[in-house]
């Protein structure tokens, strides 16, 4: 019990402790917020607003001025003795010890100080800014007039930079003129305010035309002088290559005409400062005046080109027709014994027209020179066109010549070919008419008879009374596949065949053992000697030796192949 106690007056003490606690600090902060609303209270503004009343304001800064003032008297009499009344009794409540009612009064007050701290500050920069306008509208007025005087004299004096864009500046100097008498009348009112929006709007038209001439200078510099310097001296030379019977593709009158056009356009729109448009007409300009300049340097390029080309166009031309002419004789020759290559023929034909036409074109663009109505650019890119023809021509000619060279070698080696070929077809015969047999087997003999029919019509072929070699040649190859397996036939035929001989040798041993070994002998005998069938006896004879003798048949092979 006696601890009990003790714990609840130590629980009493500490809560005792804790609320003057509270109190404290709630009458500290009350305190300095008290200083703060009796700052507010005090009139610090006084000297500020007795300027601003002697500047006899009108206008916006007189409306700004009277709204900004009222606003501060109502803060001062009437704003800030309420607070002051809060604090009273919220500094009341605490000494009552309302502790935390007082701490929540506190909290308001001091957002209401804060904010009417802020509104005194704002009141005081509108007041501060009014001031500031009539200094800063003294200062910046005089500069403008003296930046305006400035570029009003360089307009008047040096009009012939500007050409047509003349009027149109003074015109927006004038404007200036406007914005800086307005920005006086306003200022001896005493409206601040409004002034600066005239002087403003002075300052942007200003550093504008600032900007506008200077664009305004290279543009009409370029208008005024160097396009009408280069279609002079175009249409000089034009008038002297026109005297010297030059022809052109371009209508160059018509051309000069568009750019002299155009060069107007552009100073109408310089006149109403219409950049955008100034700028695409003087690029069109530009390059129109340098097509005219390319066109008539590349006349007289081309003349001098096309008179220095055309006797070697002639020469290589004539030299391709010497060329051709050599080509088809040896065609014409060969035709009579050969049945030629079709796609080289068709080029070849086709050649033969190409110079034809070819010489038609140089004929034409000759006599052209020689009439003076030729345009030399046209002949440079005749003469080009010609000798790209001439080179593709004399290329392909000389493929065309390669192959009929190679036809005749291949006519050649293929005659060696097929002279082996019987050789050794008839080698192959011989070497099984060696072994004495009664037959061969029938697919053996139509492989046979077939290799030989090939190599007959080889023969056929390369003696017939138009040789195609291209077929021959093809020919040529598969007979020697097909001459080489004959070969590998004949090998493996001979192989057999004396296999089942010395199997047939072997074999007589056992003749006598048993009934079944000797049909078996004589059925084997029966395929090899009436049905020609070598691999099947073979297949009889070594199933049956192995039955009376196993190994036998390898050890007779390995005797073979030894």
């Excluded at 501060?72 to 009552?96: C, F």
């Excluded at 600066?196 to 305004?216: E, G, P, T, W």
């Excluded at 492989?447 to 291209?470: A, H, P, T």
């Excluded at 049909?519 to 049905?531: G, I, K, V």
Aim: hydrophobic share 35%; aromatic share 8%; glycine share 2%.
């Amino acid at each position: 019990m006696f601890v009990f106690m003790i714990v609840v007056i130590l629980l009493v003490l500490g809560f005792l402790w804790y609320m003057w606690f509270v109190q404290k600090r709630n009458n500290s902060e009350l305190h300095l917020y008290k200083q703060r609303a009796e700052a507010l209270k005090e009139n610090t503004l006084k000297d500020q607003i007795q300027d601003l009343e002697d500047m006899k304001l009108t206008g916006a800064s007189l409306e700004s001025f009277g709204r900004s003032r009222q606003e501060y008297s109502k803060q001062r009499n009437d704003s800030v003795p309420k607070l002051l009344a809060e604090i009273s009794n919220a500094t009341s409540k605490n000494d009552k010890f309302n502790v935390f009612g007082a701490a929540n009064d506190t909290k308001n007050i001091s957002t209401q100080v804060d904010e009417l701290e802020k509104h005194a500050e704002s009141i005081k920069a509108d007041f501060s800014k009014i001031v500031e306008s009539n200094e800063q509208n003294a200062s910046t007025s005089e500069v403008l007039h003296s930046d305006y005087e400035a570029l009003r004299k360089e307009i008047l004096t040096k009009s012939f930079n500007y050409g047509p864009a003349t009027d149109k500046l003074e015109s927006e100097l004038n404007e200036i003129a406007g914005f800086l008498d307005q920005e006086d009348k306003l200022t001896e009112q005493g409206d601040h305010l409004e002034a600066r929006q005239y002087l403003d709007d002075a300052k942007v038209k200003l550093s504008m035309i600032k900007d506008q001439v200077q664009l305004i200078v290279p543009l009409f510099n370029n208008l005024n002088k160097v396009y009408p310097g280069q279609i002079e001296e175009i249409n000089s030379v034009y008038e002297k290559l026109v005297q010297q019977q030059y022809r052109f593709n371009e209508d160059i009158e018509g051309e000069i005409e568009q750019v002299n056009a155009n060069i107007e356009k552009s100073n109408a729109a310089l006149s109403d400062l219409n950049f955008d448009i100034v700028d695409r007409t003087n690029e069109k300009i530009h390059d129109d005046i340098n097509d005219l300049y390319d066109a008539l340097s590349r006349e007289i390029n081309s003349k001098r080109d096309v008179l220095k080309q055309q006797k070697p166009v002639l020469d290589y031309l004539n030299h391709a027709k010497f060329q051709h002419n050599h080509l088809d004789e040896i065609i014409q020759k060969l035709q009579e014994n050969y049945i030629l290559n079709e796609d080289d023929m068709n080029d070849f034909k086709e050649h033969g027209q190409t110079l034809n036409r070819i010489v038609a074109e140089y004929d034409q663009d000759v006599q052209s020179i020689a009439d003076k109505s030729i345009v030399f650019s046209k002949a440079e890119a005749d003469f080009k066109e010609i000798i790209a023809d001439l080179d593709r021509i004399e290329s392909r000619e000389k493929t065309i010549n390669d192959n009929l060279n190679q036809m005749l070698s291949s006519e050649q080696i293929s005659r060696n070919s097929v002279e082996k070929y019987a050789s050794r077809i008839e080698i192959q015969k011989k070497s099984l008419e060696q072994l004495n047999l009664k037959g061969l087997p029938e697919d053996y003999l139509e492989y046979f008879y077939m290799v030989s029919d090939e190599i007959q019509k080889l023969y056929d072929g390369l003696n017939s009374e138009r040789v195609n070699m291209e077929d021959i040649s093809k020919q040529v190859i598969v007979t020697q596949e097909d001459l080489d397996n004959l070969v590998q036939k004949t090998n493996a035929l001979k192989k057999t065949v004396i296999l089942d001989e010395k199997l047939f040798q072997y074999a007589n041993r056992f003749a006598d053992r048993d009934d079944d070994f000797k049909d078996n002998l004589e059925h084997a005998r029966s395929l090899f000697d009436d049905d020609f069938d070598y691999d099947a006896a073979f297949e009889v004879l070594s199933k049956s030796l192995e039955t009376v003798e196993p190994g036998s048949v390898d050890r007779i092979k390995d005797t073979i192949s030894a």
